[in-house]
């Protein structure tokens, strides 16, 4: 009689636990009509969960290697692939395949379209469909093997290592250009609007413009690639600080505001609880998306800045010279298909790439 428990790993399925109880009445009718039905049906079914006993024993955990989302904005989607390789080496691939059932474990600021899924490992890639839900540093990983034989009698756990992450940057709305255009001159930034001096190519990244988008060199290299420019900063600045205790919503209100102001072609200075920076239009954001990523409660670090965000978990003001907005009510006032619409499309949801004649930009609903 086999135990239920060949070893801490290996387990019957379903499907062994039917053999073995099969093997059982086969037995037992052996022995009280005679032995042909033993060989007939308990030492074919003996031999295949032994088959099975040993394929599994000599599986090792494989390590995975993971082709990681981009960092991006909350409601976004984005594809995940993992790929399999023998421990210690390099190379993706297995030196002896097996299938099994495929879990991918992750933060609950993400969510998987499909958590498992079915497949032969260390033949390909396998393709999760991941979409951003909560702001922050989200982790990917371990992913859980469960390793069958190829009669599906007996299974394996693994989990395999590495656990990896992506940011989660803040949502972001719209807001309308009545409320951007009180904050500035609007003619003062015409001349750094044109950006006649090139810098460089270089591949798209979350928040470029799509005006940017040099479409010789992304037909070439098959991926969006983008132009760079030199910043011309000689036009007005916008100082921005924020805190309060509904980190979440104030964190969703700068995201919105100083990304509108870099389209507008305004250097931002970004002053938060915990930390500052500075980022100038045609630049990479990355640095002031970081941080309001992990943007903490906190009191308001400047309270003269030309913008004050400042709120709780139900309500975030804004503060603009001696004027005091609610954040919804800005929502509110872009209206769908408009031109201050920057909201991306559904298809950008689904796949985290811009569509033709849409601005890049990240929408979902507030946390």
Aim: hydrophobic share 35%.
């Amino acid at each position: 009689m086999l135990p239920d428990r060949f070893t801490p790993e290996i387990r019957p399925t379903r499907r062994g636990r039917s053999v073995v109880a099969v093997c059982l009445f086969a037995a037992a009718m052996a022995w009280i009509a005679g032995p042909r039905a033993l060989n007939a049906v308990v030492a074919p079914g003996i031999v295949g969960l032994a088959a099975a006993y040993l394929q599994l024993r000599g599986l090792e955990a494989p390590r995975v290697v993971r082709d990681l989302p981009p960092d991006a904005h909350v409601g976004t989607t984005h594809e995940l692939r993992l790929r399999f390789a023998d421990a210690g080496e390099a190379a993706a691939g297995l030196s002896d395949p097996f299938l099994a059932r495929i879990t991918e474990r992750v933060d609950d600021g993400l969510e998987l379209e499909q958590p498992a899924v079915e497949a032969t490992v260390g033949t390909g890639e396998v393709r999760f469909d991941v979409t951003y839900r909560r702001r922050g540093e989200r982790s990917l990983g371990p992913t859980e093997l469960v390793a069958t034989d190829v009669f599906g009698l007996l299974s394996r756990e693994f989990d395999c290592e590495p656990v990896d992450s992506v940011l989660v940057y803040p949502e972001r709305h719209p807001i309308p250009e009545q409320f951007r255009f009180g904050l500035y001159d609007h003619e003062d930034v015409g001349t750094s609007r044109q950006r006649d001096e090139f810098d460089q190519l270089r591949e798209y990244e979350e928040g470029d413009s799509l005006r940017d988008i040099h479409w010789p060199a992304t037909a070439r290299k098959d991926e969006l690639i983008v132009k760079e420019f030199v910043a011309d900063v000689q036009g007005p600045s916008v100082s921005i600080s924020v805190g309060g205790r509904g980190a979440d919503r104030n964190a969703t209100a700068a995201t919105s505001v100083a990304l509108a102001l870099l389209e507008d072609g305004l250097p931002v200075a970004l002053s938060a609880p915990n930390g500052r920076v500075e980022t100038f239009p045609g630049g990479d954001p990355r640095q002031l998306l970081e941080l309001l990523t992990r943007l903490p409660r906190g009191e308001v670090p400047d309270p003269d800045a030309d913008v004050v965000i400042e709120g709780t978990h139900r309500r975030t003001q804004i503060r603009t010279d001696g004027e005091t907005h609610r954040f919804d009510q800005l929502r509110e006032a872009v209206a769908p298909g408009s031109v201050d619409d920057r909201t991306e499309k559904p298809a950008e949801m689904r796949t985290g790439k811009p569509t033709p004649g849409a601005v890049p930009a990240a929408d979902g609903g507030e946390q």
